[in-house]
């Protein structure tokens, strides 16, 4: 199945990422999150609705048990560039207080949405917070945030699939792109 199995139309310019290469790099991530918190319970915060792909494979990647709870958050609306305003849309349903945490993200762009919620999530009391990310954008960064485990280091350009949207479309294609600039000019 290749990336534009489900548009199959030219809205695409590059595949950067196929299913193949992102399995195999969730699975590396999977023995590093398994080795660093051997013997104690885990909670996985999945951050809608981008992370819902990471989530369901990092998961089911790792060979032990963990919970999963969820939190929607939206800075980006249809648009391709973060408006800086976080809101939650949706809260966990679990309390954290004396948790180990780790949120798990499909890309940090900016920073903004994570260092918010790195801090919400703190004000809570867990015993720790850290981040697991497939993707992050280092020359976009315009908050540090610090992160424990990275997929992979992506230029600085819009890119769909696999979770990622413009304005809703292509979450469900199994490799990650860039979006050919004519989509959004
Ligand atoms: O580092 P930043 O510049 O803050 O961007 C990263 C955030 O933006 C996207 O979410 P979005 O707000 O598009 O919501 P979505 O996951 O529902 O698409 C993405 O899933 C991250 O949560
Ligand atoms: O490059 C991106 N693509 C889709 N959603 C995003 N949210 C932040 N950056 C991106
Ligand atoms: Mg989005």
Do not use: C
């Amino acid at each position: 199945m290749d990336t534009q199995h489900v548009e199959g139309d030219l809205d695409l310019d590059q595949t950067l990422f196929t299913e193949d290469q992102i399995r195999a790099r969730l699975a590396e991530l999977a023995r590093d999150i398994e080795r660093d918190y051997e013997g104690r319970d885990l909670l996985l915060v999945g951050v809608l609705k981008g992370a819902v792909m990471v989530m369901a494979d990092l998961a089911r990647s790792l060979d032990r048990h963990v919970e999963m709870d969820w939190m929607a958050v939206s800075s980006y609306g249809s648009g391709t560039s973060s408006s800086g305003v976080v809101r939650i849309l949706k809260d966990l349903d679990t309390d954290i207080s004396g948790r180990d945490v780790l949120i798990v993200e499909d890309i940090i762009d900016t920073g903004l949405t994570l260092s918010w919620l790195v801090a919400n999530l703190k004000s809570r009391g867990p015993a720790s917070v850290e981040i697991a990310t497939l993707l992050r954008k280092p020359d976009a960064l315009r908050m540090e945030v610090d992160v424990t485990y990275v997929g992979f280091d992506i230029p600085n350009a819009f890119v769909v699939g696999y979770g990622l949207d413009y304005a809703e479309r292509y979450r469900n294609m199994r490799s990650i792109g860039t979006l050919a600039p004519h989509v959004y000019s």
